[in-house]
Nanobody
Framework: QVQLVESGGGLVQPGGSLRLSCAASGTSLFGIYNKAWYRQAPGKQRELVATLATGGIINYADSVKGRFTISRDNAKNTVYLQMNSLSPEDTAVYFC?????????WGQGTQVTVSS
């Protein structure tokens, strides 16, 4: 069973940066999965933040373009989300997701709070 563990969240001031990590275990086929980061703010639906397909195609939500960067290290079974120029609107629980066909796996989430 694939398990995902996010880390790197925390409290940061507006304009600051954080790098989230999502480490996968229970699979030797990390590279075949499409990777994604989602977030869910209080009282709001979960929204897609960034995707990284197995072929390397990357997409971002308009709200984070130019500020966030998704990347992966297949050797470490880890996907990252570098977040720069953070604003209070980025406050949310951030989740990573791996998908391949009908299989999908979620992490438990990591809290990101942007506040002065």
């Amino acid at each position: 069973q694939v398990q995902l563990v996010e880390s790197g969240g925390g409290l940061v001031q507006p304009g600051g940066s954080l790098r989230l990590s999502c480490a996968a275990s229970g699979t030797s086929l990390f590279g075949i999965y499409n990777k994604a980061w989602y977030r869910q703010a209080p009282g709001k639906q979960r929204e897609l933040v960034a995707t990284l397909a197995t072929g390397g195609i990357i997409n971002y939500a308009d709200s984070v373009k130019g500020r966030f960067t998704i990347s992966r290290d297949n050797a470490k079974n880890t996907v990252y989300l570098q977040m720069n120029s953070l604003s209070p609107e980025d406050t949310a629980v951030y989740f990573c997701k791996l998908t391949n066909g009908r299989m999908s796996y979620w992490g438990q989430g990591t809290q990101v709070t942007v506040s002065s």
